[in-house]
């Protein structure tokens, strides 16, 4: 005889930071496919082109681009959309899909390091998630210019768009349940996190019933 268990839910941790969830009555591998998409479905806000109008210092500019790419920035996905889904239909995108940052840095005496607090963003709510990560060092006479671009993406394109830094999915004390962790990168709320990555795969269902229907049909 099959016995079905209501799925039930219970927060045992929740920070900005974390969340633990027991899940119990979840099947394993609808739990895992939550904590997958936790890491490479949600997207997440990251500087993806970089026009550099300046640069002395003693970083090739690949590489500072890169190092900038890989800043977490804060993410509002209530107010920006993924570049393909946006109806601007401009691939420099528009203010629903991109956010312009900016950085002109120089130094005339003392050396000193560029962090992420000097990012200047036209969008006050998409900066940096902490205003010391470390750039570049500049010497005496050297400087840095530059415009950024950000917009939404996926880890499954590159990790820089990666949402959470950890997503763990272990044995719970009891027979059935399950133990859910996600950390942050600080982009959003690891609760959002989770909530989006349940979303995430509710679209992919509906998608594959709307497929399934037009070729019974």
Known sequence: MLILVAPKVKVLEESDEKVTLQLEGVDRSYANAIRRFCISEVPAMAIDDIVILENSSVLYDEILAHRLGMIPL????????????????????????????????????????????????????????SANIPIVKLAAGQSVKLEAYARLGRAKEHAKWQPATISVLTDGRSEGQLILKVESSGSMPAKEIVTRAIEKIEEKFQELHKEIEAKTA
């Open 74 to 129: 804060k993410t509002d996905l209530e107010r920006y959309v993924l570049p393909e889904k946006c109806d601007c239909g401009n691939p420099l995108g528009c203010q629903k899909c991109r956010v312009l940052i900016v950085l002109d840095a120089a130094v005339h005496d003392k050396p000193r390091t560029v962090v992420s607090g000097d990012l200047v963003s036209e969008d006050r709510d998409i900066r940096p998630v």
